[in-house]
DNA sequence: TACGATAGTAAACGTGGTTGACCAAATAGT
DNA sequence: ACTATTTGGTCAACCACGTTTACTATCGTA
């Protein structure tokens, strides 16, 4: 087993993997607001991700955060508020809301998609392409356990 | 410029980046739990480092992570209750209250750091030691600006 | 038809953040 | 020395996000 490096303290790498994550969402919200978007939040693109094209209901965007329904639902009424989301009664069952994205939720969301490419090509320019291929590579080998789990602020605050 | 790889999506990254970040900060709490330290949360450690061993005042704590006086006295307030900080008047400043970190504090974050060397080793052991030390560098060429940053949950919720 | 499972909502609470207002103590200026 | 400003801390009100508990309404089925 090796030694700990008195150079590579153990706690820099998670600060470090925050700081990539913040700088990258803190970019992609720049660029958002530049192009009409200055309401959309960090939470709120990975919320219109979950609800996606075809739509679906509180209860299973709660399940696919890995949070409550109540707290997914009070997430889809901030969301509806500024105008991102919208909810339609389904016909075929009474109990059920249909969320949709709305139109200018979609444009937020292919906004977003084409911002991201934009900001991994950056990094690749700035890395080379393999840096960044094999630090995605390495952290889904680590971490994929943890792949779209988006309760960050319950998460981390406790 | 290179040209979006369709399959490496841009919006992959900051998602990998975060579930890495994730995972070491849900092994080191679940190893801190099981050596005696289960009150302590993720935000925690991080404020505990920013005190430091010299103690400092809630409002240079709140510079220090990038929150408000008001945000790092209530902060403090929960640490305090639970027994991992103290408060202290400050015998040159009678406005001034010092903040320190107890002895339970300091064991708390003397663990988080052996936890945080284990962990890295673990890394280095299943992907290699280059590879984590080039995701630590390209990390920190890309995202040195937001180095210790903690302002998580507000930033992140909004 | 009656019952259990499911979708949604409401209420109360905890944590972490903000701004605005305010007080007390230290410091600077005349 | 006496104001005036700055600084450290706290209080109050509020917002975002999450939780658990409790409840209603509807669906599907035995």
């Keep these: 087993m090796a030694t700990a490096d008195p150079a590579r303290p153990g706690f820099a790498l998670p600060l470090l993997l925050l700081a990539g994550f913040r700088t990258l969402i803190d970019d992609l919200h720049a ?9 959309l939040r960090p939470l709120h693109g990975f919320v219109l991700q979950a609800v996606g094209a075809d739509g679906t209901t509180a209860t299973e965007l709660g399940q696919r955060l890995g949070i409550s329904k109540q707290a997914a639902g009070k997430t889809v009424d901030r969301l509806v508020a500024v105008g991102y989301l919208e909810r339609a009664d389904d016909p075929s069952d009474a109990r059920r809301r249909l969320v949709r994205v709305t139109p ?25 392409p ?18 779209f789990r988006l309760d960050v602020p319950g998460w981390f605050g406790g």
């Design 31 to 39: 660029e958002l607001a530049r192009e009409g978007h200055p309401e």
């Design 104 to 128: 200018r939720g979609a444009d937020g969301l292919r906004r977003s998609a084409e911002i991201f490419d934009r900001l991994r090509e950056r990094w690749t320019e700035t890395l080379g």
């Design 130 to 147: 393999d840096r960044v291929d094999a630090m995605e590579d390495d952290l889904l080998t680590m971490a994929s356990a943890n792949w």
